[in-house]
């Protein structure tokens, strides 16, 4: 008897933390719901390379480092497709951020203002909340 497996898409998101603040944007399209910078991976695109194209379209970063995976979470979401979201850590203190079309704008939040904002993927506040606890360690690790 054949089984029925999932097909899934897979969404890489980026936690960007400067001076003890987590980077999250305004979508566009829905006004007060808020997101992380990042995308889907298309069709015969390494994931590496996917992310990076991600981030440099919607806040303009070329130059960054990927620290670690801060968290992932596999989820049934728009139209009901089931969707594995995965968020990395990354570094770059540099460089300016420069919104996509994608985003109205975006905010600078503490780690306790987390749970103040509705988040287009139910788990991301977790997720953020993740980010800043790797983010946490790797700081007391690197002293």
Same mark, same amino acid.
């Given at each position: 008897?054949?089984? *029925?497996f999932e ?8 936690i960007?933390?400067?001076a003890?603040k987590?980077?999250?944007?305004? !979508?566009?399209d ?5 997101d ?9 695109? *390494?994931?590496?390379?996917a ?6 379209e919607e806040?303009g970063? *070329? +130059?960054?480092?990927?620290? $670690? ?7 049934? @979401? ?5 969707? !594995? ?5 990354? $570094? +770059?203190d540099?460089?300016?951020? $420069?919104?996509s ?5 975006c905010? @600078?939040?503490?780690?306790?203002e ?24 790797l700081k007391t690790?690197?002293?």
């Amino acid at each position: 008897m054949p089984q *029925e497996f999932e097909s899934f898409r897979v969404g890489q998101k980026a936690i960007l933390i400067r001076a003890d603040k987590c980077l999250i944007l305004e !979508c566009s399209d829905r006004l007060n719901v808020w997101d992380l910078p990042g995308g889907r991976i298309d069709k015969g695109e *390494e994931g590496e390379a996917a992310f990076r194209r991600e981030i440099k379209e919607e806040i303009g970063l *070329e +130059n960054f480092v990927i620290l $670690t995976i801060a968290d992932y979470a596999i989820m049934y @979401w728009r139209n009901d497709f089931p969707l !594995c979201g995965v968020v990395n850590l990354i $570094t +770059n203190d540099a460089a300016a951020v $420069t919104l996509s079309f994608e985003h109205a704008s975006c905010r @600078w939040i503490a780690e306790n203002e987390v749970d103040k904002f509705q988040y287009i993927w139910p788990p991301m506040a977790r997720m953020i909340k993740n980010g800043f606890k790797h983010h946490k360690l790797l700081k007391t690790n690197a002293q």
